[in-house]
């Protein structure tokens, strides 16, 4: 209890003393600038008398220690130790030892210059047979606290500098308001921060759940009033806000929590439908999906990425080039944005500016004769010359190429994981399917740190009846690849070279 109050006081502290710091600097930046220098001047001066009196202080307690050292010799009554014992073995005259030392010096560190109450200062008072750490005096020149320069580099003096110190502020008084409530249950002090953060900042970004917590805090203390207040504050100036819904219908929590379950469900029935080859459906749960939700929900770019990978499949390589940027374009800050970029590069396109530009100038691309199922859909059936390079030490993949349409592709890459879950129970495998077609899958188990991991690996599932015993009767081809020579086949879409190039190299 005592070690967890203490780690709370300690973030607590941390945020009072900005608030109190960011407080202060801002008074300064607000007087004049004769005023200021006056104050600062005043401080350093302060600063020079208390060094002239530790210095003083210092000189006695030295006189005094010489004047000590002279009656303990003349007059002590502690005898030496008999025997030829150490001195440090006897424990009463430690003990007395110890205790003279606290009168004396007091309480003091272990450590070098022990007898200096200032460190910060401890360049000016060295003996000329002491040295000190010639980085150490370089900082302190830096940071002179006898500079009127030491004390104006933090006053916020421009208006930049100045919003910046008010949003610490705001920031600091929000986060002690949450502390006193969540971590010492302090209600009223809790209440204090909130109400001093909109006081002071009536437009703050915390309005919102500073409202919703004073609503809080205010039933707990049972003023019933105050809380009324804050629940009318939300509902009227935030009404679309979650919290002023939680606020009219108790259950709205429990219905947002049944509509998140149902989307998820929609979205790995979509992805079992991809899975399947069935863009018909896909595009079908899409459209739900939007009819319900907006595109600024947390799903809303994995279902439009899915609508982009069917234009894959059933179009050509123009028109999924231009959905892909389109899905860039619109989902910028989205991971899924990055595996868009991935795939137009699998396809040489390295300059995405250049491609926007062309297919922005290009008329509208004329569907291939590109049925799905026909054997021409496999990409990689192209001959296209491409140098493979071996690296036995760098990042490798175990993949197997496989004909989706003869196998359960989600059972084959179950019965995988399955394998690695019994056999490297202490390693962590990704396995990735990437669907190339409507014909051909890629699944991918990554990643070892070399070739000899990989191919220990591959002799090893090889073995598995579960996995294999599936891709009987089925056309596929199971390798290892380095990660470089992997990125290589998905832009060459040479399967043929990369197979002979593994033969004589593996």
Wanted: hydrophobic share 35%.
């Amino acid at each position: 209890n005592i070690r967890s109050t203490s780690l709370n006081l300690n973030e607590l502290v941390q945020y009072t003393t900005i608030v109190e710091f960011e407080d202060s600097v801002q008074r300064l930046a607000n007087m004049s600038a004769n005023d200021r220098n006056k104050l600062i001047d005043k401080i350093i001066a302060d600063l020079v008398e208390k060094e002239r009196i530790q210095r003083e202080q210092e000189n006695l307690d030295m006189v005094n220690s010489l004047l000590f050292d002279q009656r303990r010799g003349s007059s002590s009554n502690v005898s030496a130790p008999s025997g030829g014992k150490w001195y440090f073995y006897n424990p009463s005259q430690l003990s007395f030892g110890k205790n003279e030392f606290t009168k004396k010096w007091g309480n003091r560190k272990n450590e070098d210059n022990w007898r200096r109450r200032n460190k910060n200062v401890i360049e000016q008072f060295l003996d000329e047979n002491e040295s000190v750490d010639s980085s150490v005096v370089a900082i302190k020149a830096n940071t002179n606290p006898k500079s009127r320069e030491f004390y104006l580099q933090d006053i916020p003096l421009t208006d930049s500098a100045l919003n910046a110190s008010h949003e610490k502020i705001v920031e600091a008084l929000y986060k002690i308001g949450h502390i006193y409530k969540e971590l010492f249950t302090d209600y009223p002090k809790s209440i204090y921060a909130y109400e001093d953060l909109n006081k002071r900042y009536p437009k703050n970004i915390y309005l919102l759940p500073s409202y919703y917590d004073l609503y809080l805090l205010n039933k707990l203390v049972n003023n019933i009033p105050e809380a009324e207040k804050y629940k009318n504050l939300i509902i009227n100036n935030y009404p679309e806000s979650n919290h002023a819904k939680l606020l009219q219908n108790p259950d709205f929590v429990k219905e947002v929590e049944a509509k998140e379950v149902a989307d998820n469900q929609l979205y790995i029935d979509t992805y079992d439908k991809f899975m399947d080859g069935n863009c018909n459906a896909v595009l079908s749960n899409i459209n739900k999906f939007f009819r319900e939700n907006d595109e600024k929900h947390k799903l809303a770019a994995k279902f439009e990425f899915f609508k982009t990978l069917c234009v894959g499949k059933n179009s050509d390589s123009t028109q999924f080039k231009t959905a892909l940027v389109d899905f860039m374009q619109k989902y910028k800050k989205d991971d899924l944005s990055t595996v868009a970029q991935n795939i137009l590069e699998y396809f040489g396109t390295t300059d995405i500016q250049a491609l926007i530009a062309e297919l922005k100038a290009r008329p509208e691309a004329k569907k291939k004769n590109n049925e799905p199922g026909s054997e021409n859909n496999d990409i990689f059936d192209n001959q296209e010359e491409n140098e493979f390079e071996f690296d036995a030490n760098s990042e490798h993949y175990y993949v197997i190429y496989v004909k989706s349409a003869d196998v359960d592709i989600k059972r084959l890459s179950f019965e995988i994981r399955n394998f690695n879950i019994f056999n490297f129970s202490m390693r962590t495998f990704n396995v990735v399917n990437f669907p190339v077609n409507t014909n051909y899958e890629l699944i991918s188990v990554r990643s070892f740190k070399n070739q000899r991991q990989a191919s220990n690996y591959s002799k090893m599932i090889t073995g598995s009846r579960d996995v294999f015993d599936m891709l009987q009767n089925v056309k596929h081809e199971a390798f290892i690849i380095s990660l470089s020579n992997y990125e290589k086949l998905l832009k060459s879409k040479n399967i043929n070279g990369y197979l002979n190039f593994f033969e004589e190299k593996y």
